[in-house]
């Protein structure tokens, strides 16, 4: 909730600098270390004056950083000390060390309070069986997908895709086996082995992987997924043991 006005002072405790009375003056203007302070009202100041606590709204008031007493003071007269208090219900700064993980909400710490290129979090698919297809166009690999919320619009994702494969070879002609990854609908990338045979019955094989770092530049869940295809329908191609890893890396 926002404040109107002044922001209230939070477990902020601090003794005001002492200050040299002038005869006949009511209004001093207090200060911590030399730097002009403010209390939040008359009521969060404890004021001695000449040995005896004066009492807030009557023998003194407050305006900005500028105290004054009810009636003027005179030379012999001394400010003992005036003690500025935040809010009791708060304990301000913790110290160095004190704050543990426990005392940490979930999702408290953003990205922007981290080192550029921490990795904050990971996802993984995999299907560590074979997954054919004969077609000639591209087609999902059954399982080999991933969701991922970024948690900053700057941040990238770094995805690692790895699979083996495994196809028949068509007598006289160029076969090619091809796997591509995509975020959501958008290819990133594509990788390929093509193989021949002059009397055909043969079996070939290829290794695929990638490594792309991807600026999906939303906050929005993304899913990353990889898919394959074979250029002759007479062969039926296999992947076999693909996976694919997301991480977020921060900006």
Excluded: C, W
């Amino acid at each position: 909730m926002a404040y109107i006005g002044k922001t209230p002072l939070v477990g902020d405790f601090k003794v005001v600098d002492n200050i040299s009375v002038v005869n006949n003056q009511a209004a001093y203007n207090m200060q911590v270390a030399g730097v002009n302070v403010i209390p939040e009202t008359a009521q969060n100041l404890i004021v001695s004056l000449n040995g005896v606590i004066q009492k807030p709204g009557s023998s003194f008031n407050v305006s900005s950083s500028t105290i004054t007493f009810s009636q003027n003071l005179v030379t012999g007269d001394v400010i003992d000390f005036i003690q500025i208090l935040g809010s009791v219900l708060d304990i301000g700064t913790p110290s160095d060390g004190t704050v543990t993980e426990s005392k940490i909400g979930s999702g408290a710490v953003t990205s922007a309070k981290l080192s550029s290129g921490k990795i904050l979090q990971i996802v993984q698919g995999n299907n560590t069986g074979v997954v054919s297809t004969t077609s000639t166009s591209f087609v999902d690999i059954t399982s080999v997908t991933a969701s991922i919320t970024p948690i900053s619009t700057s941040n990238k994702i770094m995805v690692i895709y790895s699979s083996d494969g495994f196809y028949p070879l068509v007598a006289s002609t160029n076969v090619v086996y091809k796997h591509q990854v995509l975020r959501d609908s958008t290819a990133l990338g594509e990788r390929s082995v093509t193989s021949a045979s002059s009397s055909g019955g043969l079996q070939a094989r290829g290794s695929f992987s990638f490594t792309i770092l991807d600026s999906p530049s939303t906050t929005s869940s993304v899913t990353y997924k990889a898919q394959h295809k074979i250029s002759s329908s007479s062969s039926t191609a296999q992947a076999s043991d693909a996976s694919i890893v997301l991480m977020e890396v921060s900006a």
